[in-house]
């Protein structure tokens, strides 16, 4: 018989940012740390087009903010997740931040590796650690996370695509620049397809700030869209023929902006953040 005990709650602190400038949340970041002196890796793996470039630019925005110790930590074709400077350096980290770029490369090269053993594990049990993640790089650490779906034609059957991500948060499929790139379709069709999922969009430079035993709390300029078709009356997936309309009845929709935040396990909104 499985074992149905809860798990319990990270202690980590989880960061994610829907993209766009992302000034906010290093700043977000670097306020968090208990010693901005701490080691700070940036993994750009969802970067195809000049990785050490966008390193070097976090680390010159986080030097600004009085934090000095800033690293471009690789993975990738040529820097294997699981190399034993690489996992070392991992181990040693108050924070990672994933980049942008192609949420895909991400559990292309993470999952089944030590890495992600090592980054789930300091996550779940280690008070201070703090990992964040922008565009791609939020989109990942759900446990699944949307890779295709374009406008209007995300309402028709088999438009939209959806692969597992690296589970840092269960239960959850996100989205990015939810809002800029209208992107509400393509996450009402992933929730009715996986109605067990609480779907959640983030506009750009808006996000959500998880820490143990409290409620996601939003912050950033814009907001943060949350999408449950848990209690629908009626939804006509899965087994809809390719190109056919979808149809879901009851879902529920929130539009929560900073300050207001949600506890993602028993799907409630709080209003003030209380």
């Known amino acids: 018989m499985p074992d149905a005990s809860p ?18 949340l290093l700043t977000l970041l670097a306020g968090l740390l208990p010693d901005r002196n ?41 820097h294997p997740a699981d190399d034993p400077a690489t996992l070392t350096r991992l181990r040693r980290a108050a924070l990672v931040l994933m980049s942008g770029g192609d949420q895909e ?5 993470l999952l089944g590796t030590e890495f992600l053993t090592i980054l789930k594990q300091k996550y779940q049990t280690e008070a201070g650690f703090i990992l964040a993640g922008t ?25 939209i695509e959806v692969k597992p991500g690296l589970n840092l948060l269960p239960g959850v499929l996100l989205d990015q620049h939810f809002a800029e790139r209208g992107r509400y379709a393509r ?25 143990s035993g409290q409620p996601a709390q939003v912050f950033g300029e814009e907001a943060v869209v949350v ?39 028993g799907r409630k909104v709080r209003p003030g953040g209380a």
């Open 135 to 159: 565009s791609a790089g939020a989109s990942a650490v759900a446990e699944y996370m949307l890779v295709n779906g374009h406008g209007w034609r995300s309402l028709l059957g088999g438009r």
């Open 105 to 109: 490369r991400l559990t292309d090269f």
């Open 227 to 265: 999408i449950d078709a848990a209690q629908a009356t009626h939804n006509n997936l899965p087994g809809l023929p390719d190109g056919a309309v979808i149809s879901g009845h009851g879902l529920q929709l929130h539009v929560l902006v900073a300050g207001q935040a949600i506890d993602i396990a």
């Open 7 to 24: 798990v319990a709650a990270p202690l980590g602190t989880l960061a994610v940012l829907g993209g766009g400038d992302d000034d906010p």
């Open 187 to 211: 996450l009402m069709h992933a929730v009715l397809a996986q109605p067990a999922l609480l779907g959640i969009g983030l506009s750009e430079e808006t996000g959500l700030l998880i820490r």
């Open 38 to 78: 701490l080691p700070i890796e940036v993994l750009t793996t969802a970067s195809r087009r000049q990785p050490a470039r966008t390193a070097a630019a976090y680390a010159h925005s986080w030097n600004q903010l009085g934090c000095p110790h800033v690293r471009h930590l690789q993975v990738n074709e040529d």
